[in-house]
């Protein structure tokens, strides 16, 4: 058990809807990452909060969103949905920023299927 | 940017059978290496890491060791189990630059 709570685990919707994945964060981690995989792919990185604050972003779409709150949790929006958007989607937890070294954490994922 | 190569399988190995998994890297200043593992319908699990040049990382029968003269990371067992099939991802984090993970090498091993 790595500490990164993800829900829901397993998620269908239809083409057009929107969702919510949140994400909990390790104990003490200010950072979290959340990471697209689509079956048969590696990871796509989509955004990094580091303490409530932006701190990068990778390939996320503009349907796509992601905040996180004062309590360190992370929530990850993903609207107007396409069939393609159906993948594995991770967050990831760190204690620190970007500094060599920093090791990340993942949850188990939440498994999104549009139909 | 920073990159990351490793050989993208399907590797099938026999069990008992000697693993490597190459792993490449181009990127510069001060590294971390990473191998993650992902089992069947699970998320990512830290297998290793490796901080500075030369250092080895190794857990659970598994190493790899940092050479920087190569750019490398290569991941060995000595002695696979049917309990080693998974995906395993090489990583890489350096000041200031997100993590960068390779593209995951599929590994099966038959009993």
């Known amino acids: 058990d790595s500490g990164v709570t993800q829900t829901p685990k397993h998620l269908i919707t239809a083409t057009g809807q929107r969702v919510t994945l949140r994400c909990s964060p390790r104990?003490?981690?200010?950072?979290v990452y959340w990471y697209q995989q689509s079956l048969d792919q590696g990871l796509q990185f989509l955004i990094q909060?580091?303490?409530?604050?932006?701190?990068a972003k990778g390939n996320i779409l503009e349907r796509f969103s992601a905040q996180q709150f004062p309590d360190l949790h992370s929530e990850l929006n993903l609207s107007s949905l396409e069939l393609g958007d159906s993948a594995l989607y991770f967050c990831a937890s760190s204690s620190s920023g970007q500094g060599s070294g920093n090791t990340i954490y993942f949850g188990e994922g939440s498994w999104l299927t549009v139909v | 940017g920073n990159s990351v190569t490793q050989m993208e399988g399907p590797v099938t190995l026999s069990e008992e059978a000697f693993l490597t998994i190459n792993c490449t890297y181009t990127a510069t200043g001060y590294l971390s290496l990473f191998w993650y593992v992902q089992y069947p319908g699970e998320g990512l699990q830290l297998l290793l890491k490796?901080?500075?040049?030369?250092d080895k990382g190794s857990n659970k029968g598994f190493e790899a060791t940092y050479r920087k003269e190569t750019t490398s990371f290569h991941l060995e067992k000595g002695s696979v189990q049917v309990s080693d099939s998974a995906v395993y991802f090489c990583?890489?984090?350096?000041?200031?630059?997100?993590?960068?993970f390779g593209p995951g090498t599929r590994l099966s091993v038959l009993p």
């Open positions: 990583a890489l984090n350096s000041y200031g630059q997100n993590f960068v």
């Open positions: 909060y580091y303490n409530g604050e932006e701190r």
């Open positions: 490796a901080t500075k040049a030369d």
């Open positions: 104990s003490g981690d200010l950072s």
